[in-house]
């Protein structure tokens, strides 16, 4: 369960900011009072723009960033007052993550188990079940820097479930990978929804979300545009397909 | 965790070949290999110096007495072949092509004076960009000199204890150690600062800027472990590099000196073995280890604030220059460690290296010094931890 309530996130601008984004303001809001509920056993789907604030919404679900305001609740755990806590339950995964490159798989995820504090036997246990399921075990002794775009897509999914979280956070998962590496994260997704994780994924793909989604927010300049089940969503559409039903409400924000 | 972080971070590095050549490869070898071109190059600048026939013009009378006596000079001063000029000015325009090394000029007085037992005056010419001509010359008329002189004494009948009103002997009283230290410790401080900054370089640029752009630092962040013992941790791998270089550069030296026997002199290498004892050693890095993280300190901010790998080289390289200035303090004789040097961070660790090599280090001085460093190093390891714990700065 994710539950996050009236969420800011103010950034301070410095001079060249302000002058790149040819502004007076001395501070600009990515995140404005954004509330949302995510619940077990369903992928809850943040849709928006470039810029629209959802990387930086799940940055602070995944304690990376600090709110300015609000709160935020990750499987009960006060994720502001306690964020090693939170993040013990929390996977996370984005489409621009990088792997140590003169590492083995191996290597990455024993180091991401000691992380987490994982005993030796549910490292073991979790290793051979995931190597199997990725059909890794050919390439784990490899150099990551050596392996095709798919293997290393295959180890950052290793290494983002290794520690068996409760919530799984994808930022863009899918965003530079062909259809094929693409295929093993939209895979993962429902296997984590099928095991009764909470899944909160953001994109701007409206393909993927229909594929995937049971509920849905979209996020436009850090302010909620929508909030509800993708059913709701589709039941309510004006335009004749979802990409333009999106198009619509971000046009109509602005 | 700190550890954890601290053995990835290692192995991690230890597979950096960029690394690994600044860190390892270039401190070993840069001193044989320089070492072993000096001693090349002046040795043969001796020997050929030593063997090489000098031409000497000469413009005077025949018969002139420094004339004979140079040709009955022995074989050993080195060989030598008189050439003769009618006057100065062909002989200057031959000393500045090079067809003579040495010109000698005699006054027409010359023999007559030397006659009357006046004094006799030549005037000689030399190039002084041909090192060592001048040297020459002066043996050579020197031991002319001595020789005339103990003539003139037996004309004259004179004793030449009473031409002796002063007798002096010069003693010097400082140890062998100590002349080391004061006058080529220098050295080691040097090499010390310059390879320990170059060996905490890549690894902090690697460890921070790398990690933030190839946005592996992302996925270490939502782990559980605290933002400072990622710091501490990749902080460990950065000193441990500097200390590996500065040490892979004494060894280099030590290599120079053992192996490839550039110290010929042997009082002056059973001098070196005495000095490098293991007190001395521990001294050494008891010195060493702030400075190192006071290195990394100053350097992980940088890295941390950087967005490119060529941008944090770009600041700290030049930083490079700051840094090691301080070392070349170790070259000045003159320079001491007292109460205000003591307190100077870095000078202060080049001035306590050169005394600990004397062995005149003053132990309170030495605690100062340390004292310092270590106040220096931690408020650097602190704005580490401040620039670390940004969260604009940690993220691209």
């Known amino acids: 369960m994710i539950e996050i309530t009236d969420l800011r996130k103010e950034f301070v601008l410095s001079k060249q900011q302000r002058k790149e984004l040819n502004t007076t303001d001395k501070i600009a809001v990515a995140v404005d009072n954004v509330s949302l509920k995510c619940t077990p056993g369903r992928v809850f789907s943040l849709l928006g723009p470039n810029g629209a604030g959802k990387t930086t919404t799940l940055r602070m679900m995944s304690t990376i960033f600090k709110p300015t305001s609000g709160s935020i609740n990750i499987t009960g755990i006060d994720a502001i007052a306690n964020p090693a806590e939170a993040r013990r339950k929390i996977g996370f995964l984005t489409g621009s993550t990088g792997l140590y490159a003169r590492l083995t798989p191996n290597e990455v995820i024993k180091y991401f188990a000691d992380l987490y504090g994982i005993s030796k036997s549910d490292f073991e246990e979790r290793k051979e079940r995931l190597y199997t399921l990725l059909d890794m075990h050919h390439f784990q002794g490899k150099r990551i820097g050596k392996l095709s775009t798919g293997m290393k897509q295959k180890v950052s999914i290793c290494r983002t479930m290794i ?65 509800g089940t993708m059913d709701s969503f589709k039941s309510n559409m004006q335009a004749e397909n979802l990409t333009a039903e999106f198009i619509r409400i971000i046009k109509e924000s602005n | 965790m700190i550890f954890t972080i601290f053995k990835k971070e290692l192995k991690d590095t230890l597979r950096d070949r960029r690394t690994l050549m600044m860190m390892l490869v270039i401190p070993i070898l840069v001193f044989p290999i320089i070492m072993n071109i000096f001693v090349g190059v002046s040795a043969t600048f001796s020997e050929e110096a030593a063997t090489k026939k000098v031409k000497i013009g000469f413009v005077g009378d025949k018969d002139n007495y420094v004339l ?10 080195g060989k030598k072949e008189i050439v003769f000029y009618r006057d100065s000015v062909q002989l200057k325009k031959d000393l500045k092509l090079d067809s003579i090394q040495i ?150 030296l030590s290599l ?109 001085l030495l605690a100062i010094s340390f004292g310092v460093m270590f106040v220096i190093a931690t408020l650097a390891v602190f704005v580490s931890y401040k620039q670390f714990d940004k969260e604009t700065n940690i993220l691209i």
Not at chain 1, 166 to 195: H, M, W, Y
Not at chain 1, 207 to 222: F, K, M, Q, R, Y
Not at chain 2, 68 to 77: C, D, G, R
Request: with cysteine; hydrophobic share 50%.
């Open chain 2, 103 to 252: 010109g000698m000029y005699s006054e027409k007085q010359f023999s007559s004076n030397l006659e009357s037992q006046k004094p006799a005056k030549l005037i000689v010419f030399y190039n002084a960009t041909d090192v060592g001509m001048k040297d020459r010359a002066e043996i050579y008329l020197n031991t002319i000199e001595d020789i005339a002189r103990q003539e003139r004494i037996l004309d004259l009948k004179l004793d030449e204890a009473k031409l002796t009103p002063l007798v002096t002997e010069y003693s010097n009283v400082a140890s062998s150690e100590e002349m080391i230290g004061k006058l080529a410790g220098g050295i080691l401080p040097y090499i010390f600062i310059a390879f320990g900054f170059l060996g905490c370089m890549y690894p902090a640029i690697d460890l921070f800027t790398g990690e933030k752009e190839r946005g592996t630092i992302e996925t270490l962040l939502t782990t559980p472990v605290a933002r400072w013992q990622i710091l501490f941790g990749k902080m460990g791998v950065v000193v441990l590099s500097g200390l590996l270089a500065s040490t892979a550069a004494l060894l280099g």
């Open chain 1, 163 to 227: 520690h068996d979280p409760e919530v799984v956070i994808f930022d863009e998962p899918t965003s530079g990978l062909d259809v094929i590496t693409a295929e093993n994260i939209i895979q993962l997704i429902r296997d984590c929804k099928d095991q009764g994780k909470t899944v909160i994924f953001s994109s701007h793909i409206m393909s993927e979300v229909d594929l995937l989604c049971d509920d849905l927010a979209i996020i436009h300049n850090g302010k909620m545009l929508f909030d």
């Open chain 2, 256 to 364: 120079s000196i053992e192996v490839l026997d550039v110290v010929e002199n042997a009082e002056l290498l059973a001098i070196i073995h005495g000095i490098l004892s293991v007190k001395f050693i521990l001294l050494l890095y008891a010195l060493l280890v702030p400075l190192t993280v006071f290195f990394a300190g100053v350097m992980i901010p940088i890295a941390v604030y950087a967005k490119s790998f060529k941008e944090a080289q770009s600041i700290i390289t030049p930083l490079n220059i700051v840094m090691v200035l301080p070392a070349m303090v170790g070259f000045f004789p003159g320079i001491e460690l007292n109460l205000t040097t003591a307190c100077i961070p870095v000078v202060n660790i080049v001035l306590a290296t050169k005394d600990l090599i004397a062995g005149t280090l003053d132990m309170g």
């Open chain 2, 68 to 77: 004979k006596q140079l040709k009955s000079l022995p074989k050993e001063m």
